[in-house]
């Protein structure tokens, strides 16, 4: 078999094991949790998934390599955003629109307070469910 070169394989070092193997998240996420995908798919590329937002602290000597890497920036560089859309600095990428048939934009966040889906358990799935459906049900004209 060959050599795992996922970015799990490059950053968990024997003694980043070692500093997290005894350390959890709130809602219980383990250093476990957070490379079972890249242990159980070697050939996957990044190879780590967070549980929940805690998790990029707890899990910050694995995970803020891994996420530089991934990103292409420098471990130090703090992250910067700018949600006004004037300060774009795009232009209009088929002007004649004969190329660009369709385009997606997926942003996949979680619920405040709730573990992310690889880590929910059953019980917080269904009350945040619960909770979803009610606030839906609050919507009109639709």
Do not use: C, W
Not at 3 to 13: D, F, G, I, N, V
Not at 72 to 92: G, I, Y
């Amino acid at each position: 078999m060959p050599k795992p070169t996922s970015l799990l394989a490059k950053y968990y070092t024997p003694a980043v094991a070692k500093e997290l193997q005894s350390v959890k998240t709130p809602h219980g996420v383990t250093v476990a949790d957070v490379i079972r995908s890249g242990v159980e798919n070697p050939d996957s590329s990044v190879g780590v998934y967070a549980g929940d937002a805690q998790a990029y602290q707890t899990f910050a000597p694995l995970l803020r390599p891994v996420v530089a890497d991934y990103h292409k920036h420098d471990l130090d560089k703090k992250h910067q955003r700018d949600l006004n859309p004037a300060h774009l600095r795009v232009t209009n990428l088929d002007p004649s629109g004969e190329s660009i048939l369709s385009t997606r934009v997926r942003v996949g966040r979680n619920i405040d307070g709730y573990a992310f889906p690889a880590a929910i358990s059953k019980k917080d799935r269904s009350l945040l469910e619960r909770k979803i459906v009610q606030a839906l049900g609050t919507l009109k004209g639709i």
